[in-house]
């Protein structure tokens, strides 16, 4: 029983009247990327934009998009939830609400937030809900969160054409990727930004279903 509830606790979205109270002060994190040197929180070059993606794991996400050629610098992150300034420890216990996730900021003159996209759906399995492979819990849901409704409509245009080729391909799956106005986003710990980069044989979750996932036409 004590397994099943806790099991329940974890992929079951608290409110905000249940979630963990969190803290007013920001976690202290790192300030630049360990890999590029750009500064995790700015300022960024004029024009450069800034969508939010969840993947489950974190640490595998974040590595394959910032080696996406025009993305200008990555962190990873807390979002979704209901927790101020949520610790790791308290996100994986599934009473924050949050979601792994990671901030990209890129030129979209030399990347469209599409083939963005295209990355996203491929690299991961949205088809999950509440986990991401044997990762279980609220903090592994597929996500993306964007700053304008443009991009919001963008996301959804990508969803349903990777979602057109899971039927052509005879897959049964319904993506169930949350797709939401960017709340507020909580940089992670400091030994989790870019971790990857600084554990090359660490742990990484990262596996898609093996279905090309097309770019829809502009409208």
Known sequence: MFLIDMFNKKTTMPTAETALPGRTEPLTTAETHFVSGHPLKGPCPEGFRTIYLGMGCFWGAERLLWKVPGVYVTAVGYQGGFTPNPTYQETVTGLTGHTEVVKVVYDPKAVTLEALLRVFFEAHDPTQGMRQGNDIGTTYRSAIYAENADDIDAALRVRDAFQQA????????????????????????????????????????????GVACPLPAAD
């Open 166 to 209: 899971l039927i052509a391909a005879g897959r049964k799956q319904t993506v169930t990727t949350q797709i939401a106005p960017a709340g507020p986003f909580y940089y992670a710990e400091d030994y989790h930004q870019q971790y990857l980069a600084k554990n090359p044989g660490g742990y990484c979750a990262l596996r898609g279903l």
